[in-house]
């Protein structure tokens, strides 16, 4: 296994256009619409010609609420309001507004307006969203490699001072051994040097701080339209700005064509320099190097290769060695593998480091602990204020007790005054009734005697 990215989908749609493209038969009466002074730049002008990548049905690179047919229109919009600041200049644009036009149209405006150069900009996907950077497609022949790769190497730049990753300057051919992206045959067919523009991914959260305010895509049309400026030695009094003097990069004319880099690193090797027990860092030296492309990305593994970080920046394309320090979790065999990349996103898997199993804490089982350790003493506590109540509640059961008795003891002497009360009561009552009786039956004796008179 070597190819791990399929550069297929570095640019999506401009992939597409570049091989099937050419054969679609489109209107040309759109192209540069509404854009005065066609045809009518200055002798001594340079003439500049935009392309804002993608249009119409054909939307480029999608992700989330991006578009990137939207996207180059703002960029291509900004940088020619900024070149027009400059003198001896004439811009125009492939497009004005949401045009569909094919790659050859592209090409052939240019060469209708006399074009000393055609920009075309473009934003970057990959398959797995996992690229980030920028980078600049040039044509692999001739005039058109030196004079495309001297502009790029402004724009790259300009690029890397912004903070983005440069992903470099390039060729590559198709199957019959030309430019690849259409847009650079046809331009190449017409005698104008071209560049393609990728700023950056738009899939890819390193990228994303790029370009996601329209402010920023204002920001890249500016900085596209200073790097044409300084390519060209321009002045501008408006802006105050001087790039007569400015030195390009001389880059000498190929006499055969510049291929593309189709092979692996050819050296991936790693040692372990440092392996701390306590917290699970392992320090690893990586020694890699692509005599081709350069080396661009690494990633790392501690599973030997089934599963591996995401892609890091190579900390300086000048340097084949360097280390860095990755977190291994404890509890397991540590199996070190590095993966080091090329220009062309192309790997080579380096040789495997296995390491003594750390029994460390992570910073998850720590926390985990004093959680735990800490539910105890609630718990406990809990507990100990729960005792505490029962016993406080016996105390005051006691106390009550205690209280209550004096109370119940007036209460039985009370009832039973009552009742003795009661008892005398009826006694009198009886005694009262029972002499009654005795006095009437005396009286009745007397009334029977009387008659006999
Ligand atoms: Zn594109």
């Not at 619409?33 to 001594?44: A, K, M, N, R």
């Not at 005599?291 to 892609?311: E, H, P, R, V, W």
């Not at 860095?324 to 509890?331: A, G, I, R």
């Not at 593998?337 to 790997?347: A, Q, S």
Request: hydrophobic residues 35%; glycine residues 6%.
């Amino acid at each position: 296994m070597s190819i791990c990215f399929s550069w297929a989908f570095l640019c999506k749609q401009s992939v597409v256009y570049a091989e099937e493209g050419d054969a679609q038969d489109k209107t040309t009466d759109s192209v540069g619409e509404g854009q005065e002074g066609v045809h009518e730049s200055e002798p001594d002008q340079i003439v500049v010609v935009i392309d804002p990548g993608h249009g119409g049905e054909n939307l480029g690179a999608e992700y989330e609420d991006y578009i990137e047919k939207e996207m180059t229109m703002i960029v291509a919009d900004a940088m020619k309001e900024e070149l027009e600041k400059y003198e001896g200049i004439t811009v125009y644009l492939t497009r004005t507004g949401d045009q569909e036009l094919s790659l050859e149209e592209r090409c052939e405006y240019a060469k209708s307006v006399n074009a000393d150069f055609l920009f075309c900009l473009h934003f970057n996907m990959s398959e797995y969203h996992t690229l980030f950077g920028a980078e600049c497609w040039v044509s692999a022949f001739g005039e058109n490699y030196s004079k495309g790769y001297s502009f790029a190497n402004v724009e790259m730049e300009m690029l890397q001072e912004l903070g983005l990753y440069s992903r470099g300057i390039k060729t590559r051919l198709n199957s019959r051994g030309i430019d690849y992206y259409g847009i650079l045959r046809h331009s190449r067919e017409r005698d104008i040097p071209c560049v393609l523009i990728e700023h950056c991914h738009l899939d890819q959260v390193n990228d994303q701080p790029f370009y996601d305010h329209n402010e920023k895509l204002l920001e890249f049309g500016k900085l596209d339209a200073t790097a044409v400026a300084r390519y060209f030695q321009l002045s501008s009094d408006k802006l105050g700005v001087d790039y007569s003097n400015y030195q390009n990069l001389y880059v000498d004319v190929p006499s055969s064509v510049v291929a593309p880099d189709k092979t692996e690193p050819d050296v991936c090797i790693i040692e372990v320099l440092d392996q701390n027990m306590e917290n699970g860092e392992v320090r690893v030296q990586v020694s890699a190097a692509d005599y081709d492309s350069g080396m661009l990305y690494y990633t790392y593994s501690y599973d030997n290769g089934q599963t591996f970080s995401q892609l890091q920046r190579w900390p300086d394309k000048a340097t084949d060695t360097f280390d860095f320090t990755m977190q291994v979790p404890p509890h397991i065999v540590p199996q070190i593998v590095v993966n080091g990349y090329n220009g062309y996103d192309l790997y080579t898997t380096s040789n495997m480091v296995s390491l003594p199993s750390m029994d460390y804490k992570t910073a998850e089982e720590i926390a985990a602990e004093i959680a735990s350790q800490e539910a105890l003493e609630i718990a406990s506590w809990a507990i100990a204020s729960g005792k505490e109540r029962s016993q406080f509640a016996r105390t005051r059961s006691v106390t009550l007790n205690e209280t209550e008795k004096p109370i119940s003891s007036t209460y039985f002497l009370t009832v039973c005054i009552v009742c003795a009360l009661l008892v005398l009561a009826m006694t009198i009552s009886m005694i009262l009734i029972l002499s009654g009786r005795k006095h009437k039956r005396r009286k009745k004796r007397r009334k029977r005697r009387r008659p006999q008179k």
